[in-house]
């Protein structure tokens, strides 16, 4: 092993080298001096090797497919999507993961050109790599207590975050992060079957530490891992229809584990948030190619502090319970007779306050950073909206649960005869906006949203007490026009998803047709790049 630690020092050392040869860049984009480090001494270092090695073996097969597709993305923009959603799919899918490699891969060796720009990250992604296999050890390891195991992860995570220069934060991030970026979702819409092998690839990685805490024997514990493994390759059967529709949260797949290592948890989450995050510059056409290593780093950078688009855990646990496991490949424990049937689209996502339906590339909008962060130098004029999110997450939702986007659907006399909305339902939508103050005080303040009224009013011969008390607006146009308008202020909208009711009824998926066409009329509004459904 020495020989092997020996030999990725030394590749991981000319990589960096030829790094730091590069060319003067941005100050963001310059040279950050790192090293590697291996496993932390324990006698239960690879335990789940000898264990688990059917299991074991896939993680090798995982390190090509994340390498090759970070390689691929950045050496051929221009490939067709056949490339990735084809001939590396099925060579991964079809005789990869059917004979994994033995022993892990050096990854360098595969992303060539990609570590050169940002050898930085593959680190990063490393570090947090040993940590999963550490604690693979650990809880695979049947010769130590519970109480042992829980000593030997307390000492792998102190181990893990001796290295701020390359660990993930281990306070959790919200899916402004992600998803609310001006390049967020460019690799999943382009790519959906690679997408939903990455997730599958993550569903497993967090879902194999479920049965390793469950199972009270070696034999429950060797059962669950098989019928994980199982489960994952049935995944990729008739893809991407079993895939994961929204990136595999841990606490949702791994319930249990999540509750017993919640800092472990959330490194993970940020770690695989950090994945899609990097696929999405790669793959999108609006970070120029010189911009891309700039962009990288600043979102390596976030992901690695303890303040920029952060929330409180009870919000991570909201949030990732709101998500839905039946929308994250399903559970890991109990039965499993069949996949569960998801409640969202494919290409859904969870930015900008809840879960958005088609929101990728359709209206052409940009939405960078509505969480906690100063607006980046790294965006393109005029698509940096981090200004949006000067304040932590509303406490007037302390665990606002989305999850009615996916499950409830309207009832009949909700909806008009035509297909839109009905009078009743704008009304009481219209209504309930308007008996918040602080909406109320947003509308005051805007002369746009005092025309709409003053519009709605002449039309239908309603003074303002009227509109208040929910008289039905026929022109439901003008009323979501209005609803639209508001979305443009995130205040208002953290309270839109704070009201159950008035959360439903903004859900309805008429209403968010109609946003959907007002957005692509009217482009240069403010108000209809406000908020992606």
């Known amino acids: 092993m020495t020989t092997k630690f020996t030999a990725r020092a030394v590749l991981g050392a000319a990589v960096l080298g030829m790094a730091l040869g590069a060319s003067a860049e941005p100050a963001r984009a310059q040279f950050t001096r790192q090293h590697e480090q291996f496993y932390m001494p324990a006698e239960h270092n690879w335990v789940f090797r000898r264990n688990y090695p059917g299991a074991d073996r896939l993680f090798n097969a995982f390190d090509y497919g994340h390498a090759i597709l970070y390689e691929k993305l950045y050496t051929r923009p221009g490939a067709p999507v056949s490339e990735l959603e084809e001939r590396e799919y099925d060579f991964i899918t079809r005789r990869l993961l059917l004979s994994p490699p033995r022993m892990p891969l050096e990854e360098a060796a595969i992303e060539i050109e990609y570590v050169k720009l940002a050898p930085e990250a593959k680190l990063m992604f490393e570090w947090a790599h040993l940590l999963h296999r550490q604690m693979y050890d650990v809880l695979g390891d049947d010769r130590l207590s519970q109480e042992q195991k829980d000593a030997e992860i307390a000492s792998l995570l102190r181990y893990y975050k001796s290295r701020p220069d390359v660990a993930f934060s281990s306070v959790p991030k919200n899916m402004e992060l992600m998803e609310g970026q001006y390049y967020a979702t460019a690799f ?23 049965p390793l805490v469950v199972g009270r024997t070696p034999e429950e514990r060797q059962t669950g891992v098989t019928a994980t493994v199982a489960r994952f390759r049935q995944m990729l059967q008739d893809a991407p229809r079993n895939m994961p529709r929204l990136m595999p949260m841990t606490a949702a797949v791994a319930p249990r584990f999540a509750a017993r290592y919640p800092e472990a948890a959330i490194i993970f989450d940020n770690l695989h948030g950090m994945h899609d995050v990097i696929s999405d510059i790669l793959a999108s056409p609006r970070v120029p190619r010189e911009k891309k290593r700039e962009e990288i780093l600043l979102a390596a950078e976030r992901y690695r502090d303890n303040t920029s688009f952060v929330m409180t855990q009870a919000e991570w646990l909201a949030m990732s319970h709101a998500m839905g496991v039946q929308n994250m490949g399903g559970p890991v424990v109990g039965l499993l007779p069949g996949f569960p049937e998801p409640t969202v689209e494919r290409g859904a996502v969870m930015a900008h306050g809840g879960m958005q339906h088609g929101a990728a590339g359709g209206s052409g909008t940009d939405h960078a950073a509505m969480g906690h962060a100063p607006p980046s130098a790294a965006a393109p004029q005029g698509t ?24 409830q659907a309207p009832s009949a006399s909700a909806k008009g005869g035509s297909g839109s909305p009905s009078p009743a339902l704008i009304a009481e939508l219209h209504a309930r906006l308007m008996a918040d103050p602080v909406i109320r005080e947003r509308v005051a303040t805007d002369p746009v949203l005092q025309r709409l009224i003053a519009e709605m009013q002449a039309a239908h011969g309603m003074d303002d007490g009227a509109m208040r008390a929910g008289v039905a607006a026929s022109d439901s146009a003008q009323a979501i026009d209005f609803a639209v308008r508001l979305l443009s202020n995130p205040e208002v909208e953290a309270r839109i998803h704070s009201d159950p009711r008035l959360h439903q009824l903004w859900s309805d998926p008429e209403v968010q047709r109609r946003l959907a066409e007002l957005r692509r009329a009217q482009p240069a509004a403010p108000a209809a790049d406000a908020h992606r459904h």
Not at 394 to 403: I, T
């Open 384 to 407: 940096d909206h981090s200004a949006h999110a000067a304040t932590p997450p509303s406490a007037a939702m302390p665990a606002a649960d989305h999850s009615a986007h996916a499950t």
């Open 188 to 210: 999943r819409d382009n790519y959906p079957k690679f997408n939903g092998l990455i997730w599958g690839y993550h569903w497993l990685q967090v879902g194999l530490y479920e």
